[in-house]
């Protein structure tokens, strides 16, 4: 919620509603922060897309695929339509989860290396999976659903700079309602449709690993690995932001008396982030920036990562003074940055378990926050609190059409 | 058209209908055969399930893409609410065509052995070629169109003994529609989304052959080794149905004179259709049914291969007669029948070239036969005239919504 409605307003999901007006039914639902209404396949991709759209959204760390995206869209527009609690939704979309995460599971991280874009290719069974429990089908119709899925799933990665991003992962979230929509009209697919010899798994290349994928069902959940996190850049890249907005609030000095920050990781992070930073994307995987924001703005939220910032004279002045140090033994998605002042004197923090993470899940009220960034970018700053109340009163059964009607304009 | 018109009123085509007619916007265009309207994206769905229902519509032969279904029907439909003329739609078509069956001849043939439906994952590309030709897009929107087409490609072969194979091939050509739209309002995609290093060719566990792909363009024209089926079964089947058939009418004798049935071919043949036959699905597939048709009912069209003629017992008894030899001298997609008759006589028939080949594509007359027969199957017998002369002429500038006029109810 707090992601799409921070990129409601961005001209791509925009033209996306625009394009779907008038290919939509008469039934139409909401779109987060935004005025339009669309038919529920249409609410689904464009929900989906803005959700996804920064990559700010919630990961499931075995596979980093975003997994709320592509399926709480199409379960909120047939709950606002057809009047399902919060209850239910909330079920249906822990559910969806699961069988998204358990099959991405199953076939990485080949999936993603050859090209796949895993939120993408593996949010559709999710959705469908997710649509098959509201629209209470049968297990023959939900294992129907899931195999029709398999002829939806698409999305690469070559493709993931672009807007064409939006194409697959609002994609997954419209195909995955429509895939168990034609289950409950009696449409079927073949037993192997995601295993089989020429299934989905094989033809993308994966043999699946089917223990992953199906053992201790209801026992071992996929879903607790999911996490939120505080910073719209890579993961990897959060403990050197931890890091380094732990020195800007210890040493309270002017970014001009900092002669030089070393940031000191693994491989991953030197591979992934020791790079010039020319656009908004670089931006997000990037050492010098992601130290720069947090040590001179005190801040890594949503407009540290924006084009603006990549072209503030003061975050460009300093991303200079910043080095990156392979460290051999630091532990994965750790960081430690060592600030040297101009008058000699050095810091140093460490952080191995970053904030958002498994082990760091962020505190309610850093999701609260995250929720107002997102009204505000939204102009629906005043609406933030009964959209965060709505949202924490879900499993109490609230209203879902109740949260549509806050949460749009 | 042919094969839309026998399709249309199959339940899982009427299903599709059904489960789309609630999300379709206001602009309502026609159903080939049926009586519904759905707007543009709906009825390309519908209409490219239904013309690729019974695998009986045309094949290019490097590749075995079926290329008309997914291209042709978001053509008709833009075509029948603008009013573009026939002309238009045909040059717009050929492009498509092209388009599809250069792509999928670059990754051709590990991309259909590995598991991809490649008639639906190459007819996106198509039907979004086909779209911006016929929306008048600029080369950049284009190029658009077709990268945003690389995140929207699925389909598996597993799923083609079902309806999931509708849901693939109907999504390729309401994909295409889409990805044309979303480029015409400003959507961009991957320079490198089909032959990118993590793009569709390589995800797709390919390395495009790219002289294939982008070499001789408008010298080199795969679209001229596209020809149509004679009879609803596959192909390599077609040499010993002609057979069987010249056998028929020069023996003008009853089954039950004859004792038995030789079929000898190369080993393709005898792989995949040395079989017992107890479906619909085998039928298409089948050494011995192929020949009891042709000798017993004399014909080998849509009702020789539905169940009904599988499970006619003097169909079942005839096929026992029949015996399937390899010939290893038997050139390719050849068949020669000897027949046997009780009183000791015996005759053969040889074809090498069979007819609806690249060497003897079919007359004319057979087109508008097979159209007959589709009309007729759709409640439409006495439109057939209509239709055919209508199609014919297409490329004198005819009018689309005229043409969907008749062949719809």
């Known amino acids: 919620m707090a992601c799409a409605l921070e990129a409601a307003s961005d001209p791509a999901i925009a033209a996306a509603a625009a394009v779907l007006a008038p290919f939509s039914g008469p039934a139409r639902t909401r779109l987060i922060g935004r005025g339009e209404r669309l038919d529920a396949m249409g609410a689904a991709f464009v929900n989906a897309a803005a959700a996804n759209f920064l990559d700010y959204d919630d990961t499931h760390f075995p596979t980093a695929i975003h997994p709320t995206a592509p399926v709480a869209p199409p379960l909120l527009a047939l709950a606002e339509q057809h009047g399902h609690s919060g209850e239910e939704v909330l079920h249906a979309l822990i559910l969806g989860l699961e069988v998204e995460c358990r099959i991405g599971h199953a076939v990485s991280p080949g999936h993603y290396a050859r090209g796949w874009h895993i939120t993408s290719t593996c949010g559709v069974f999710g959705a469908a999976a997710a649509c098959a429990k509201l629209l209470r089908l049968t297990a023959d119709q939900t294992e129907a659903a ?85 910073y719209p850049a890579g993961f990897v890249f959060h403990a050197e932001i931890d890091a380094c907005l732990a020195l800007h609030d210890r040493l309270t000095i002017a970014p001009d008396q900092i002669a030089e920050v070393v940031v000191r990781g693994d491989q991953l992070l030197l591979d992934r982030g020791d790079r010039e930073t020319v656009t908004n994307r670089d931006a997000r995987v990037s050492i010098p920036h992601a130290a720069a924001v947090a040590l001179v703005r005190g801040r890594a939220g949503v407009a540290e990562f924006e084009q603006a910032a990549v072209d503030d004279p003061a975050l460009w002045a300093f991303r200079a003074k910043v080095r990156a140090e392979h460290d051999p033994a630091a532990p994965p998605a ?18 191995t378990d970053a904030r958002g993470g498994p082990a760091n899940p962020l505190p309610d009220t850093d999701l609260e926050a995250k929720l107002r960034d997102g009204a505000r970018a939204a102009g629906l700053e005043d609406r933030a609190d009964d959209i965060i109340a709505r949202v924490w009163g879900l499993d109490g059964g609230a209203d879902i059409a109740g949260l549509m009607r806050a949460a749009a304009k």
């Open 146 to 230: 899931l195999g029709l899925a398999a002829s939806q799933s698409a999305g690469v990665v070559e493709n993931l700079p672009t807007a064409a991003k939006n194409v697959s992962v609002g994609g997954a979230a419209r195909h995955g309602l429509f895939c168990a929509l034609l289950a409950q009209a009696g449409y079927t697919a073949a037993p192997g449709a995601i295993e089989g010899r020429l299934g989905w798994a094989r033809a993308m290349g994966d043999e699946a690993d089917l223990d992953l994928m199906l053992g201790d069902l209801g026992e071992r959940w996929e879903t607790a690995d999911v996490a939120f996190k505080p």
């Open 334 to 351: 750790s960081a430690s940055v060592t600030v040297i002042t101009t008058d000699g004197r050095s810091e140093t923090a460490t952080v």
